[in-house]
Nanobody, 123 residues
Framework: QVHLEESGGGLVQPGGSLKLSCLASTSAFKSYNFGWHRQAPGKEREFVAAISYDGVNTYYADSVKGRFTISRANARKTVYIQMNELDPEDTAVYYC????????????????WGQGTQVNRSP
């Protein structure tokens, strides 16, 4: 069982940056692949980024490539996503997820999910 807790959401000004954190409560942190998805009002949840269990491979949605960076700190059992140059389309609830298979994370079928954190880009 993996409990995930996101933090770091909030209101950001045009062109601003925000860094989200996902704290995972598991003794097997190094075994898991992690990802971020988001869901905007009235839209389906969509993939944002993922990172492999060893941190070697990262994956990004085209819409965030070059602006967002996913990373992990094994000693802190935390996964991050640095979000730069935020635009209105980035406004959403951001969810952290974990799974032993990276494909599941990317597809949005991870076994474990957090409750989400709200990110709002001011108009």
């Amino acid at each position: 069982q993996v409990h995930l807790e996101e933090s770091g959401g909030g209101l950001v000004q045009p062109g601003g940056s925000l860094k989200l954190s996902c704290l995972a409560s598991t003794s097997a942190f190094k075994s898991y692949n992690f990802g971020w998805h988001r869901q905007a009002p009235g839209k389906e949840r969509e993939f944002v980024a993922a990172i492999s269990y060893d941190g070697v491979n990262t994956y990004y949605a085209d819409s965030v490539k070059g602006r967002f960076t996913i990373s992990r700190a094994n000693a802190r059992k935390t996964v991050y996503i640095q979000m730069n140059e935020l635009d209105p389309e980035d406004t959403a609830v951001y969810y952290c997820s974990a799974d032993s298979k990276s494909a599941y994370v990317i597809r949005g079928t991870s076994g474990f999910w957090g409750q989400g954190t709200q990110v709002n880009r001011s108009p």
